[in-house]
């Protein structure tokens, strides 16, 4: 039972081009969302979160969108860079947990061609 | 300033061995999670540790698996009897207070 779908397994976008990578919930419990990055024989990265309070939260190149009623968040990354590919997860908590407890998708994998 | 460390990175054992999965936190981070990523599957949370206390262990299978964070040494989690479907990447994650976690390279077990 997968509670936190990507449904993307990869996705190519062009050097300077925006990249939007999706993710679906179907918990309705979940109230706190987390992007994590993944290199290679590494452990996810924090990239940016976003509270279920909020439909927006931006940090430098990343954003990170958030509809509640629709049970889906995205994350642009724009310019995109070369050193942005790499798997990035998406990841929900519960309510009360803050960025604990995590629950993650099975991650989408961007490659940006230069 | 060294990351989450975990070791050993690969583990092959046999059905019915133990397995002994290791984790060293961020130094200063006394908050620990250990999560399970099974093949084609997103990493999922299995138990939450303070140092000597299990706060959370309800992601963990009942049998055959436990974890402790002792007060001096590294976080472990300890899988019994192995059987074939234990198979997967164990990662670590540690933080400090609110902190984000911070997650270590992960284990690969694999069972014969």
């Known amino acids: 039972d997968q509670q936190v779908k990507q449904n993307s397994p990869s996705l190519s976008v062009q050097e300077g081009r925006i990249s939007i990578l999706n993710c679906d919930y179907t918990?309705?419990?979940?109230?706190?969302f987390l992007w994590y990055k993944k290199y290679p024989a590494e452990g996810p990265t924090f990239l940016i979160s976003?509270?279920?309070?909020?439909d927006k939260n931006e940090d430098g190149r990343f954003t990170v969108f958030l509809n509640k009623s629709a049970k889906h968040l995205s994350l642009h990354i724009v310019p995109s860079q070369p050193g942005d590919s790499a798997v990035y997860f998406c990841?929900?908590?519960?309510?009360?947990?803050?960025?604990?407890?995590?629950?993650f998708g099975t991650g989408t994998r961007l490659t940006i061609i230069p | 300033n060294a990351g989450v460390m975990q070791n050993p990175r690969h583990l092959v054992r046999r059905r019915g061995q133990e397995a002994r999965l290791r984790c060293s936190p961020v130094?200063?981070?006394?908050?620990v999670y250990w999560y399970r990523q099974l093949p084609e599957e997103g990493l999922k949370f299995m138990v939450y540790?303070?140092?000597?206390?299990?706060?959370?262990e309800s992601g963990m299978p009942k049998e055959r698996f436990s974890a402790e964070f002792p007060k001096e040494g590294p976080s472990i989690l300890r899988i019994q009897q192995v059987v074939r479907g234990d198979s997967a990447a164990y990662f670590c994650?540690?933080?400090?207070?609110?902190?984000?976690?911070?997650f270590g390279p992960g284990t690969r077990l694999t069972v014969l």
């Open positions: 994650a540690s933080r400090l207070s609110t902190d984000t976690q911070y």
């Open positions: 918990n309705s419990m979940f109230d706190y």
């Open positions: 976003i509270s279920s309070i909020k």
């Open positions: 990841a929900a908590s519960p309510l009360g947990f803050g960025n604990e407890k995590l629950t």
């Open positions: 130094k200063g981070h006394s908050h």
């Open positions: 540790l303070q140092k000597e206390n299990i706060i959370d």
